[in-house]
C-alpha cells in the first residue's frame, strides 16, 4: 500500500465511533455541521499492520489477563533507535495506560505534597491540573516569542525559581503542545544542566516526539548527564492515532526514580495489560514506519498551506512558526475580542478549535488550530475561520 497524498486526502469517517473530536463535540454544541479542527487526534485511518494486530487479537475470541512486558518494552526500544538513534533497555521501561497517568506518577514518586512543580506555559492543560491536583504548588516559568515568533524558554527564571527553592521539578513538554517548538540540543542541554545543578526531577513528556518535521527530535535522554534526574514519557498513540486504545511507556534510565514510579503504580493499582492496546501498539513500533513517513509528509503540506492561507486571507492573525506537532497556535489577539465572543464567533462559523485558555491564561486571544486532517477539510475550515477572523 501506498502512503500518499490521495491516501490521506481519503481520510476516514469518524462519526458513530464514540469519536470525542466529532460525536461529542455534534452531542455539545447540536450542530452537525460543525467541522472539528479541536482536540489532538487526526481524522485519518490508522495504519493498516495496526489494523491487522488487532484483528489478530479478536479472533483469539477470549480475552483473559494479558502478558505485557519484554516484547512490548523491545519493540518501543527497537522504534526509539530506529527513528531517533535513542539506546533504552527494556529495563528502563514501565508500561502505563496514558501518557497523563505518566506525568501524574512522576509527580507523585519524585515530589512531597507541597513541593514546586514548575511548568512553561502557555502548555497542555493537563500539565496545570498533574502539578495542581496532586497537592504540590504549581510553578509558572512563561515561555516567550522570540523574534522570529519562536516561543524560548526563560532559563534565567527558570533559574531563579530552582535556585530559591520554590521549584522543586520541572515538568516540560518536548516537543512542545501548544507552541509548535521542537527545542534544539543547546536549549535541552541548558535545561539539564539547570535542573543537575538544583538536583530537580525533569518529567518529560515526548508524546509528540514523531512530529519534528525539519531535523530531528532530541529526546531529553539523548541528553549528557540526563541520565540522572529524566524522566521520558513517550507513546504510539499520536503518532499513529490510537489514543483511544490507552498505552503509554515511562522510560527513565535513573534505577532509583525508576524504582519510585514503579512503587507509586503498585500502590494506585495502575497497570497496563490491555491485549488490543498492546498488539496495535507492537505493530505501531514495528511495522508501520512507511505509513508515518507518508503522514508527516502530508502535514507539512498542511502546514504550509495553512500558514500561507492564514497569512494571505487572515493578516491580523499571528501563526506562531510550527516545528513540529500537528496542532497551531493562533494568536487573534489583534482582532480585539474577547476570548468568549472568539470562540463564539467561530462556533457560528461552523469551526470547533481549542481554547487558549485551555494552555493557561497566556493563552487569552489565542485558539489552537488541528492540522491533523484531511486537506480539504482544512481548506473548508480555514474559508469558514477567514469570515471571522479575515
Ligand atoms: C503534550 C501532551 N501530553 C499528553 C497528551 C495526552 O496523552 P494521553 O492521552 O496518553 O494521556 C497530549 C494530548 O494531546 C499532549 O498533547
Known amino acids: 500500500m501506498v502512503f500518499d497524498k490521495a491516501y490521506f486526502d481519503a481520510g476516514v469517517c469518524r462519526v458513530g465511533t464514540q469519536c470525542e473530536k466529532w460525536d461529542g463535540m455534534i452531542a455539545a454544541s447540536g450542530d452537525s455541521e460543525m467541522i472539528p479542527m479541536w482536540v ?8 493498516p499492520a495496526i489494523r491487522e494486530a488487532l484483528s489478530g487479537v479478536l479472533d483469539w475470541g477470549t480475552w483473559g489477563y494479558t502478558i505485557s512486558g519484554e516484547a512490548d518494552a523491545k ?11 535513542l539506546a533504552i533497555e527494556p529495563a528502563q521501561v514501565l508500561m502505563s495506560p496514558c501518557v497523563v497517568t505518566g506525568l501524574r506518577l512522576a509527580v507523585r514518586a519524585l515530589t512531597k505534597p507541597g513541593d514546586g512543580v514548575m511548568i512553561n506555559p502557555p502548555v497542555y492543560g493537563p500539565f496545570f ?5 496532586n497537592e504540590r504548588t504549581l510553578v509558572e516559568s512563561p515561555l516567550r ?12 527564571d527558570m533559574e531563579g525559581k530552582l535556585a530559591s527553592g520554590e521549584a522543586k521539578a520541572v515538568m516540560f513538554c518536548s516537543p512542545h503542545n501548544p507552541c509548535g517548538r521542537a527545542w534544539s540540543r543547546e536549549e535541552l542541554t541548558a535545561l539539564v544542566a539547570l535542573c543537575r545543578k538544583y538536583g530537580a526531577p525533569l518529567i518529560c513528556d515526548e508524546i509528540h516526539a514523531d512530529f519534528v518535521f525539519e531535523g530531528e527530535h532530541h529526546s531529553i535522554l539523548s541528553i549528557e548527564g540526563a541520565d540522572e534526574i529524566a524522566v521520558m514519557l513517550c507513546a504510539a498513540s499520536k503518532t499513529f492515532n490510537v489514543a483511544g486504545l490507552q498505552q503509554s511507556s515511562i522510560v527513565c ?9 514503579r512503587a507509586e503504580m503498585d500502590g494506585a493499582g495502575v497497570k497496563a495489560g490491555n491485549a488490543f492496546a498492546l498488539a496495535a501498539t507492537r505493530a505501531a513500533y514495528t511495522d508501520c514506519d512507511a505509513w508515518l513517513d507518508g503522514l508527516k509528509a502530508y502535514l507539512v503540506g498542511n502546514r504550509d498551506y495553512a500558514m ?17 506537532t500537528y496542532l497551531m497556535w493562533l494568536d487573534c489577539r489583534a482582532l480585539g475580542l474577547e476570548q468568549q465572543a472568539l470562540l ?15 494552555f493557561g491564561e497566556l493563552g487569552r486571544g489565542f485558539i489552537r488550530l488541528n492540522i491533523g486532517c484531511p486537506r480539504s477539510q482544512l481548506e473548508r475550515a480555514l474559508a469558514q475561520m477567514k469570515t471571522v477572523l479575515g
Request: hydrophobic share 45%; aromatic share 8%; with cysteine.
Open 40 to 47: 489532538a487526534d487526526m481524522d485519518f485511518p490508522s495504519a
Open 75 to 85: 519493540a518501543l526500544c527497537s522504534f526509539w533507535a530506529r527513528r531517533h538513534g
Open 129 to 133: 491540573g498533574s502539578v495542581k491536583g
Open 145 to 156: 516569542p522570540g523574534e522570529d515568533g519562536r516561543y524560548q524558554l526563560d532559563l534565567a
Open 253 to 261: 534510565r535513573n534505577a532509583a526514580m525508576l524504582e519510585a514510579i
Open 308 to 324: 500561507d492561507y492564514i497569512a494571505k486571507n487572515m493578516p491580523r492573525v499571528k501563526v506562531t512558526p510550527l516545528d513540529a
Open 344 to 358: 463564539d464567533a467561530l462556533a457560528a462559523a461552523h469551526v470547533k478549535v481549542n481554547d487558549g485558555l485551555f
